[in-house]
């Protein structure tokens, strides 16, 4: 008897910590969409259908971690669709002329961080927004890489370069995948278990009271938006070693896909909230999303009101949960000071994470 108490006891504990914790409402509502979609089509739960969605996922998860950096201390990068063409681009000339392949990854790398470094320079020492910013890049990189290329694709490329998105784990799990998926263990240590991590969730959830608790608060919104521009070029140089070719195009729409997985994956837009285990789980619902939209037949233009239809759903839950916490803490501290409550609020999230 008393073993079936203490049993109870254990799974409704395990119950009431998985509820609480924050990416449990992307897993449930990931595993019913899938049981869903699942009994509609029974082509989305086959091997090959399952190896597409990690294939197409990887280049979106590569730099959602770093996106997620940004939205916690309640900044916005919308130039990373273009940094993945450029690093694409680069990285292609770069292996093209017959350098080694670490070093066409590494330009790649290289040149998406000099974009991360001019965001994040003009926004903490210049002091313009992010949306204004990273909207200029946005336009301003798509045209260097047009500039670059003068609209021709970066063709073709040597095999030893393609082959780095080839290779499979297992033979099943590809490499863009395994990359991703380390980046976001990275990135989870590093926001968990670091003092950077602590400082990116303090200025967003108050960046006066960090920057007086002694956070060098412009240093590490600068290298946030570096890590992003740098994890984009990343995902660039994955997607033409894909493609087989650089392309001036590529990456269109992928900061909204990237945003969008993040929002949806529990970061708040307003800061000081978010984990990267729920928005790689964000990410990878989108992408569910977008493939059993497809098989399903329905037209890209309904994909498009769908998608945008969740992620305002998502933010007006994000924002039911932040007054929750808000009313929560006067209720349990006192305070009357909206900003002192969010930032109390924040605290409590991002501890549960």
Same mark, same amino acid.
């Given at each position: 008897?008393?073993?079936?108490?203490?049993?109870?006891?254990?799974?409704?504990?395990?119950?009431?910590?998985?509820?609480?914790?924050?990416?449990?409402?992307?897993?449930?509502?990931?595993?019913?969409?899938?049981?869903?979609? *699942?009994?509609?089509?029974?082509?989305?739960?086959?091997?090959?259908?399952?190896?597409?969605?990690?294939?197409? *996922?990887?280049?979106?998860?590569?730099?959602?971690?770093?996106?997620?950096?940004? &939205?916690?201390?309640?900044?916005?990068?919308?130039?990373?669709?273009?940094?993945?063409?450029?690093?694409?681009?680069?990285?292609?000339?770069?292996?093209?002329?017959?350098?080694?392949?670490?070093?066409?990854?590494? *330009?790649?790398?290289?040149?998406?961080?000099?974009?991360?470094?001019?965001?994040?320079?003009?926004?903490?020492?210049?002091?313009?927004?992010?949306?204004?910013?990273? &909207?200029?890049?946005?336009?301003?990189?798509?045209?260097?890489?047009?500039?670059?290329?003068?609209?021709?694709?970066?063709?073709?490329?040597?095999?030893?370069?393609?082959?780095?998105?080839?290779?499979?784990?297992?033979?099943?799990?590809?490499?863009?995948?395994?990359?991703?998926?380390?980046?976001?263990?990275?990135?989870?240590?590093?926001?968990?278990?670091?003092?950077?991590?602590?400082?990116?969730?303090?200025?967003?959830?108050?960046?006066?009271?960090?920057?007086?608790?002694?956070?060098?608060?412009?240093?590490?919104?600068?290298?946030?938006?570096?890590?992003?521009?740098?994890?984009?070029?990343?995902?660039?140089?994955?997607?033409?070693?894909?493609?087989?070719?650089?392309?001036?195009?590529?990456?269109?729409?992928?900061? &909204?896909?990237?945003?969008?997985?993040?929002?949806?994956?529990?970061?708040?837009?307003?800061?000081?909230?978010?984990?990267?285990?729920?928005?790689?789980?964000?990410?990878?619902?989108?992408?569910?999303?977008?493939?059993?939209?497809?098989?399903?037949?329905?037209?890209?233009?309904?994909?498009?009101?769908?998608?945008?239809?969740?992620?305002?759903?998502?933010?007006?839950?994000?924002?039911?949960?932040?007054?929750?916490?808000?009313?929560?803490?006067?209720?349990?501290?006192?305070?009357?000071?909206?900003?002192?409550?969010?930032?109390?609020?924040?605290?409590?999230?991002?501890?549960?994470?």
């Amino acid at each position: 008897m008393n073993k079936k108490k203490s049993a109870s006891t254990v799974i409704e504990s395990a119950i009431r910590k998985f509820l609480n914790r924050q990416e449990s409402s992307i897993i449930m509502a990931l595993a019913v969409y899938i049981v869903f979609v *699942s009994c509609i089509n029974s082509n989305f739960i086959s091997s090959g259908n399952i190896f597409n969605i990690l294939r197409s *996922s990887g280049f979106a998860l590569i730099a959602i971690p770093g996106m997620t950096l940004i &939205l916690i201390t309640a900044g916005l990068d919308l130039s990373v669709g273009s940094v993945l063409a450029l690093g694409g681009v680069v990285s292609g000339m770069v292996a093209q002329s017959g350098a080694p392949v670490p070093v066409a990854i590494l *330009s790649g790398v290289l040149v998406g961080a000099a974009i991360g470094c001019i965001n994040g320079y003009i926004i903490v020492k210049v002091g313009i927004p992010p949306l204004i910013v990273t &909207l200029g890049m946005q336009y301003a990189a798509r045209g260097l890489v047009s500039v670059i290329t003068r609209g021709v694709p970066v063709y073709p490329l040597p095999k030893n370069f393609t082959a780095i998105e080839q290779v499979k784990l297992f033979g099943v799990i590809p490499t863009v995948v395994i990359v991703a998926i380390s980046i976001a263990i990275l990135f989870h240590v590093v926001l968990t278990h670091t003092p950077f991590g602590r400082a990116v969730y303090a200025v967003g959830g108050n960046e006066e009271a960090a920057r007086i608790s002694g956070i060098n608060t412009g240093k590490t919104k600068f290298y946030v938006y570096l890590i992003t521009s740098a994890l984009a070029g990343l995902a660039g140089v994955f997607m033409a070693a894909r493609l087989g070719s650089g392309e001036a195009a590529a990456g269109t729409g992928y900061e &909204l896909t990237v945003i969008c997985g993040s929002i949806i994956g529990g970061t708040s837009v307003l800061g000081g909230t978010g984990t990267i285990l729920g928005a790689i789980l964000g990410g990878l619902f989108m992408e569910i999303l977008t493939n059993s939209l497809t098989l399903m037949r329905i037209s890209v233009y309904w994909q498009q009101l769908v998608v945008g239809t969740i992620l305002i759903l998502a933010v007006m839950l994000d924002q039911y949960k932040r007054n929750l916490m808000l009313k929560r803490s006067i209720r349990s501290t006192g305070v009357t000071n909206k900003q002192e409550g969010l930032s109390y609020a924040a605290k409590t999230d991002s501890s549960l994470g």
